[in-house]
């Protein structure tokens, strides 16, 4: 990797730690037809709002990671090929990333405090993963992307009915995830290990349950 190659991906990581993310798509919005009934456009409740933006503090904690770990794989690879594709993922998870940078401001909200944590974590993680070669990084970030998008399933789920906003970004977050997993899969991932899957969701979780209140 050059050095401009380097310096590019440290401006990344710093940009991405400090919330200064630039996005190349603008922030999905609700469809009208959901927002149109008088009975939908409540405003939420502080309790409601409270527990959307403990939710997108999550989702952004997320996204700090899918930077790091795609930085770090895109490191580990001597394939141009790859480093096209990781490149290519990493700018969509940037838009999520400034989608819910947005949403925790608008909420009036903050990211997690362990951002600089989660950050060097995953990059480790990522570069460990690419040292196994690149079948299995594409495997690594395959796995990453389902549990992401379950993760995101849950969301949908748990999210106030009438938080418009916050369902409209994790909703284009759920579909970008799934294309990221069947990119990986095409592009020759394998299947991970289920020892390794399980230890990827148990990491999920603390990350997760961690980034909900800190």
């Known amino acids: 990797m050059t050095l401009d190659e380097l310096i590019s991906e440290f401006d990344r990581g710093l940009r991405s ?28 409740t502080a309790e409601e709002a409270a527990h959307s933006a403990a939710l997108m503090r999550v989702n952004h904690v997320g996204e700090i ?4 770990l795609y930085q770090a794989q895109k490191i580990a690879t001597n394939s ?14 940037e838009d999520h990333l400034a989608w819910t940078s947005k949403r925790l401001r608008d909420l009036d909200s903050r990211p997690s405090f362990l951002n ?21 990084s594409l495997g690594f970030m395959a796995e990453t992307e389902r549990q992401v998008e ?9 999210l106030p ?26 592009a020759g991932g394998v299947e991970l ?4 899957r399980g230890l990827m969701r148990a990491i999920s979780k603390v990350m997760t349950r961690t980034a909900y209140y800190i």
Not at 80 to 93: I, M, N, S, Y
Not at 193 to 196: D, H
Request: aromatic share 6%; charged share 25%; net charge negative.
């Open 17 to 44: 730690m400090t919330g200064v993310s630039r996005m190349s798509r603008p922030v999905p919005e609700a469809p009208k037809d959901a927002t149109e009934s008088a009975a939908e456009t409540v405003e939420l």
């Open 65 to 68: 990671c899918a930077q790091a």
């Open 80 to 93: 141009t090929v790859l480093k096209r594709g990781f490149e290519e993922a990493a700018r969509e998870e």
């Open 116 to 136: 600089p944590l989660w950050y060097t974590g995953s990059l480790a993680v990522g570069f460990v993963a690419g040292q196994f070669g690149d079948r299995a």
């Open 150 to 158: 379950k993760h995101l399933n849950s969301h949908m789920t748990r």
């Open 161 to 186: 009915v009438n938080d418009h906003a916050s369902r409209a970004i994790v909703e284009q977050m759920r579909v970008d995830e799934a294309a990221h997993a069947a990119a990986a899969i095409n």
């Open 193 to 196: 290990p289920f020892p390794v």
